[in-house]
């Protein structure tokens, strides 16, 4: 008997958690925590289409923004900008890139566009409008292709 009750409220706890860890999608943008609408009304023109908030055992874990224009940004739980993505014919706001970063790109990569950008742990990853990927250190010092 004790069995049977001990299984029964394993399922319905797995249950539970489940539909906590569920994804949620929304057309509006006050989903996003404060620090994130701020990123987006300062450094885009464009609108937000879709806004996907990851959760995992019912916490927040990151947030997803599609823009009307296909850019993809991805946020932390906090707000802070974790990833940017544009089409190869934009390219990303100079706020979110280190201005070593830019020059380098200027420099050794005449003609290209940064099209996306990923903050890591010991640095950043760029994409170029013509595919390749370069690393750079917390600084924005290069230090390799990828």
């Not at 009304?41 to 908030?53: D, E, H, R």
């Not at 916490?59 to 823009?67: G, H, L, N, S």
């Not at 990569?109 to 917390?138: A, P």
Request: cysteine-free; hydrophobic content about 40%; overall charge neutral.
């Amino acid at each position: 008997m004790i069995r049977k009750i001990l299984l029964s409220f394993a399922i319905i706890l797995g249950i539970t958690l489940i539909a906590q860890a569920r994804d949620n999608f929304s057309r509006d943008a006050s989903v996003l925590p404060k620090p994130a609408q701020t990123v987006i009304g300062n450094n885009f023109k464009s609108k937000v289409n879709l806004v996907k908030t990851e959760k995992t055992l019912g916490k927040v874990t990151e947030y997803e923004v599609i823009m009307t224009d296909g850019t993809e940004i991805s946020f932390d739980r906090d707000g802070n900008w974790q990833s940017i993505e544009v089409g190869t014919s934009s390219s990303i706001p100079s706020f979110f890139i280190l201005p070593a970063i830019s020059d380098y790109v200027k420099k050794n990569e005449s003609g290209q566009k940064i099209v996306g950008i990923e903050k890591e742990r010991n640095g950043f990853e760029v994409e170029l409008s013509n595919g390749i990927d370069m690393k750079f250190d917390k600084q924005g010092n290069f230090l390799r292709y990828d």
